[in-house]
């Protein structure tokens, strides 16, 4: 006689058996030859409900049949290394504007096929690395990125320029870049929000441009360069300045250019917040106005963790043979450029890379407007005989300074005048590109050619830091060559009444 434990588990015995031998019988025939033994077990499961398992089974075996193995992206190791030192969160905030990243992914491509790539970065002292302790071997985060580079996809035809300028911002390099960092690079890192937003407080009091049109003006040449020239702005912080910076302007123009920005500030600014005993692990504790190494590490960690997840998407497009192909970019036939991810809605095609004609303070269907040639002369930057490239046809009372790698033409004294010759217009624009600070300063009168009248008076003292700033001086100027001069006023802006002392950094027009 049975126990009485068997009586009761018989049924499920037999039905796992069943189930185990049909398992065993289907899996047999499909691996010698599906379509030959196929095997109908719909009886079974009107039957026996449990079987209906196989229906599981079936599907598990067709996804065994079709799926491709596994594969790891290439950056993936980078990727693993820059979460594994920072967090996943801190580097997702960072990512403020993504867009299609078409360009970027042109730069990437270059990288992982092997070939030789230019990258180029410009920024204020943030960039250049005050605070660093070069002699001991710490590096700016743009040279990181470059080792990065030369490490995982190395090229000994690679180059790299820094073209950083202490106390400067986007409203001096939108005419004067090329003096600093090659004109023919595939990818340009810009970072200004720091010093841009003193730029800003210019435009604020109804003075001048702000940051947006700048940044605009720079943005345009440099995506004008070529159909595959790739531009990423990088928003920084400092903790002696608010939330609120130049970054804020660059974020407009980032969107309507389709200009990936990513942002140190997202993420730093408020885990600071939760954590100020920190931050002396961050920042020069002299100033906290500078990141330490581990402050240029996260920077660089976040275009680089970009950067990777770029190559990763490559990879994919490569695979899916979705890879774009940017020659057709040279097209005029925008029907002839290859669309990617086109939609039923949008029956035409879009261009990859394409450069709005208006500007993002004009209508739709305006009319686009002649940009000019940018003209720069500048104490900062080195001419073809080794010499400053900013050098005066006539000078009386002004002469060179120099400190901590920045230049200036500088007079202290009342009557002090400079003339600078040969400066190129072509839009009819001239401005001078000079220092303003919090220190007791003078203020000077600068014009084009004979036209005094016309010329304007420059503040050298105001309320923010110590940094360069530009100042419009003449509107429709004929195009040609022209003079711009400056001379010091008994006037200044010195409280005491004391300081007549300025400083002039470039020359610019367009």
Same mark, same amino acid.
């Given at each position: 006689m049975l126990?009485?434990?068997?009586?009761?588990?018989r049924?499920?015995?037999?039905?796992?058996?069943? #189930?185990a031998?049909v398992a065993?019988?289907t899996?047999?025939?499909?691996a010698? %030859?599906?379509e030959?033994y196929?095997?109908? #077990?719909?009886p079974l499961r009107?039957r026996?409900?449990?079987?209906?398992?196989?229906?599981?089974?079936? %599907?598990l075996?067709?996804?065994?049949?079709?799926?491709?193995p596994?594969?790891r992206c290439?950056?993936q190791?980078?990727?693993?290394?820059?979460e594994a030192? @920072?967090?996943?969160?801190a580097l997702?905030m960072?990512?403020?504007?993504?867009?299609?990243g078409?360009?970027?992914?042109?730069?990437?491509n270059?990288l992982?096929?092997?070939?030789?790539?230019?990258?180029?970065?410009?920024g204020?002292s943030?960039t250049a690395?005050?605070?660093?302790n070069?002699t001991a071997?710490?590096?700016? @985060?743009?040279?990181m990125?470059?080792?990065?580079i030369?490490?995982?996809?190395?090229?000994?035809?690679h180059?790299?320029?820094?073209?950083?300028?202490p106390a400067?911002?986007?409203d001096?390099?939108a005419?004067?870049?090329?003096?600093?960092v090659?004109?023919?690079?595939?990818l340009y890192?810009l970072?200004?929000?720091?010093?841009?937003a003193y730029v800003d407080s210019?435009?604020?009091?109804g003075?001048d441009?702000?940051?947006s049109?700048?940044?605009e003006?720079?943005?345009?040449?440099?995506?004008?360069?070529?159909?595959?020239?790739?531009?990423?702005?990088?928003?920084?912080?400092?903790v002696?300045h608010?939330?609120?910076?130049g970054?804020?302007?660059?974020?407009i123009?980032s969107e309507?250019?389709?200009?990936?920005?990513?942002s140190?500030r997202a @993420?730093?600014?408020?885990?600071?917040?939760q954590?100020?005993?920190?931050l002396?692990d961050?920042?020069?504790?002299?100033?906290?106005?500078?990141?330490?190494?581990?402050?240029?590490?996260y920077?660089?960690?976040?275009?680089?963790w970009?950067?990777s997840?770029q190559i990763c998407?490559h990879e994919?497009r490569s695979?899916s043979?979705?890879?774009l192909?940017f020659?057709?970019?040279?097209?005029? %036939?925008l029907?002839?450029?290859?669309?990617?991810?086109a939609?039923?809605?949008?029956?035409?095609?879009?261009?990859?890379g394409f450069?709005?004609p208006?500007?993002?303070r004009?209508?739709?269907?305006?009319?686009?407007r002649?940009?000019?040639?940018a #003209?720069?002369?500048?104490a900062?930057?080195?001419g073809?005989?080794?010499?400053?490239?900013?050098q005066?046809?006539?000078?009386?009372?002004?002469?060179?300074m120099?400190q901590?790698g920045?230049n200036?033409?500088i007079?202290?004294?009342p009557?002090?005048?400079i003339?600078?010759?040969?400066?190129?217009?072509?839009a009819?624009?001239v401005?001078v590109?000079?220092?303003r600070s919090?220190?007791?300063?003078?203020?000077?009168?600068c014009?084009?050619?004979?036209?005094?009248?016309?010329?304007?008076t420059?503040?050298s003292?105001?309320r923010?830091?110590?940094?360069?700033?530009?100042?419009h001086?003449?509107?429709?100027v004929a195009?040609g060559?022209?003079?711009?001069?400056?001379r010091?006023?008994e006037q200044?802006a010195d409280p005491?009444?004391?300081?007549?002392?300025?400083?002039i950094?470039?020359v610019?027009a367009?």
């Open positions: 126990p009485p434990s068997w009586t009761t588990r049924p499920w015995a037999v039905v796992t058996g069943a #189930f031998l065993l019988i899996i047999a025939a499909r010698v %030859d599906r030959r196929a095997l109908d #077990f719909a009107d026996l409900p449990a079987l209906s398992a196989l229906d599981r089974l079936d %599907d075996w067709a996804y065994q049949a079709v799926a491709p596994a594969q290439a950056a190791h980078t990727l693993d290394d820059i030192r @920072w967090g996943e969160r997702l960072g990512e403020m504007y993504l867009g299609s078409d360009r970027v992914r042109q730069f990437v270059k992982v096929d092997g070939q030789p790539i230019s990258l180029a970065a410009l204020g943030i690395g005050h605070s660093l070069f071997g710490e590096i700016t @985060w743009p040279q990125v470059y080792d990065w030369q490490a995982e996809y190395p090229n000994p035809a180059k790299y320029k820094s073209g950083a300028v400067t911002g986007v001096y390099f005419s004067c870049y090329s003096l600093h090659p004109t023919d690079a595939d890192v970072e200004g929000a720091v010093n841009d210019l435009a604020e009091a003075t441009l702000d940051v049109d700048y940044t003006t720079l943005v345009r040449e440099l995506l004008h360069k070529s159909p595959v020239t790739a531009v990423i702005m990088m928003s920084l912080w400092a002696p608010k939330y609120l910076n970054a804020d302007k660059h974020a123009v309507y250019y389709d200009v990936p920005r990513l140190e @993420w730093l600014y408020k885990y600071f917040m954590h100020q005993d920190e002396v961050h920042f020069n504790q002299q100033d906290f106005g500078h990141q330490n190494e581990k402050g240029h590490r920077i660089a960690d976040l275009l680089i970009y950067l997840r998407e994919r695979m043979a979705s890879r192909d020659a057709a970019f040279q097209t005029t %036939d029907s002839a450029v290859p669309e990617l991810g939609g039923a809605a949008v029956p035409s095609t879009y261009a990859p450069v709005p208006v500007t993002i004009q209508l739709l269907r305006d009319r686009a002649p940009a000019g040639v #003209f720069c002369a500048s900062n930057a080195q073809a005989d080794g010499d400053w490239d900013l005066p046809a006539r000078s009386e009372g002004f002469e060179r120099s901590h920045k200036w033409w007079a202290n004294d009557g002090a005048e003339t600078f010759d040969k400066v190129r217009v072509s009819g624009r401005g590109y000079y220092f919090s220190i007791p300063l003078g203020t000077m009168h014009w084009v050619d004979d036209d005094y009248a016309g010329g304007r420059l503040t003292m105001w923010y830091v110590s940094v360069g700033s530009y100042a001086i003449k509107d429709g195009p060559e022209h003079r711009v001069s400056c010091v006023l200044t005491a009444g004391e300081s007549h002392h300025v400083r950094i470039a610019l367009n």
